[in-house]
Structure formats: C-alpha cells, structure tokens
C-alpha cells in the first residue's frame, strides 16, 4: 500500500512569474484623487484592466475602515488591488488584500503630448564613439493578444507584430519590425536613453522610463506610419520614421 502511494505522489512544481505592477499612491482628499483615476479611466476604458495594482498608503493615514472603502472604490471602476503596501499590517484585517514588501520602486508620470521635434542621439561610448552592448531578446514570431513579454536586462527585438492588449516590457529599447498595436514600455529600470520604434504605430500605450501616452494622445498624423519614441527630459516624443 505504503509502495503505491508513494508511486503516485507527484512532486510539487513552483514556478516563478514576474508582473510589472502598477502602484497607486492616493494622497487626500480622496475624494479628488479618485476624480484623476476617473478621468484617465475617461480617456482609456479598461487601461488598468487585468492588470496588477499595489496600493501604496504611505502618504497617507487611514483608518481600516476607510482603506476597506478606498479598496472597494477601485474596485467598483475595475480596478483589482493586488496587495498594499506602507501601512501597519494591523489595519489589513477582514477581506483586504495582503501586504506586500520588497518593490522595487518605478515612478510613472504622464507627459502631455508635444508637437513632436526630429532629434538624432546614439547611445555611444564619449570618448571611443563605439556604441555600448547590452543583452537581448529576439522574438521571431509574432505577440499575440494577451501574451506579456517582460525582459529587464535589455532591448527587445519583435520581428513580427504584436496585437492589441499585448505588452512587450523591456529594460532597454523595443524595436517591432511589424506593427504595434498593444502595450511597449522601455527603459522600465531607469534607462531615459531608451527608445521604441515600430514599422506601424497603432500602440495602445508607449512608455520609456515610466513616461507614458496613451493611445487617445498619440497624435492621428502617426497613425499607420513607420514611428519612433524617446525621451526628451521629462517629456515623451513621438515622430515618424519617413
């Protein structure tokens, strides 16, 4: 008996899975923070949608009470918290997300879109002029819809394209030999020198270093055309290839 029980005993298999997260820190009055959330929610229904949100409290001191109703506001616009952060563990009782330690901090800004200005950089040595090697991925088929590309060592090279609700996440700079219509977000470890490039720009969000615009600010004139973004302080550019 004793024998065949340990013949069907399977090993327990744990993988490990990375997320990039998103991280709301609400600050007060509540009231008028949830007012920002509804009006990007506005501009892009479902953005936040399937997507992992931590929920910082750092900034801000609130009872359980009022943490249960702030998680259940999210919650009411689709918005599912994963876990919270900076708060006593104490006050996560009852049916709240647990707490969460370790993050990474990555500050994400929006930038307004700018008339777009023609600017030529290469990421090269100053004093030899040899451009630095850095790791990459190359993916020689397409991202299709649903599919989460994430590789924080390096640029990301997709051959074909990737499809709606699609997100390619990358350290460095994303090339798409295809067209973009899903989410491209380089340079995500602090890398402002990042860039993305496509053959056809349909994307739903670019972002580079945490710097973003969304599809409804892309200016219509890219649309269908050969594009490429990059940072320029704190603002994103986005101009045609031709």
Not at 32 to 43: F, N, P, Q
Not at 148 to 160: N, P, Q, Y
Request: hydrophobic letters at 40%; a neutral charge.
């Amino acid at each position: 008996m004793d024998a065949t029980q340990n013949a069907a005993r399977q090993p327990v298999r744990m993988r490990g899975r990375s997320y990039v997260a998103f991280v709301f820190s609400p600050v007060v009055p509540i009231v008028s923070w949830l007012e920002e959330i509804d009006a990007t929610l506005a501009r892009s229904p479902g953005f936040f949608t399937g997507k992992p949100v931590v929920l910082d409290l750092s900034a801000v001191d609130l009872s359980q009470a009022a943490i249960t109703h702030l998680v259940g506001s999210l919650d009411q616009r689709n918005i599912r918290i994963l876990g919270i952060e900076g708060v006593d563990e104490a006050k996560l009782g009852g049916n709240l997300p647990p707490l969460l330690t370790g993050g990474r901090a990555c500050i994400v800004a929006q930038t307004e879109p700018q008339a777009a200005q023609a600017k030529a950089t290469a990421n090269t040595n100053t004093t030899t002029g040899i451009k630095a090697k850095s790791p990459s991925l190359l993916l020689d088929s397409p991202v299709r819809s649903g599919q989460s590309i994430v590789f924080a060592e390096g640029d990301v090279t997709v051959l074909g394209s990737v499809g709606s609700g699609a997100e390619i996440v990358a350290g460095g700079s994303i090339h798409v030999y295809g067209t973009l219509r899903g989410r491209a977000m380089a340079g995500i470890n602090g890398n402002s020198s990042a860039r993305i490039f496509c053959q056809k720009i349909e994307a739903e969000l670019l972002a580079i270093d945490g710097y973003y615009q969304t599809a409804e600010q892309i200016d219509e004139g890219l649309r269908n055309r050969p594009a490429q973004a990059w940072l320029e302080g704190e603002s994103l550019r986005i101009t045609a290839l031709n």
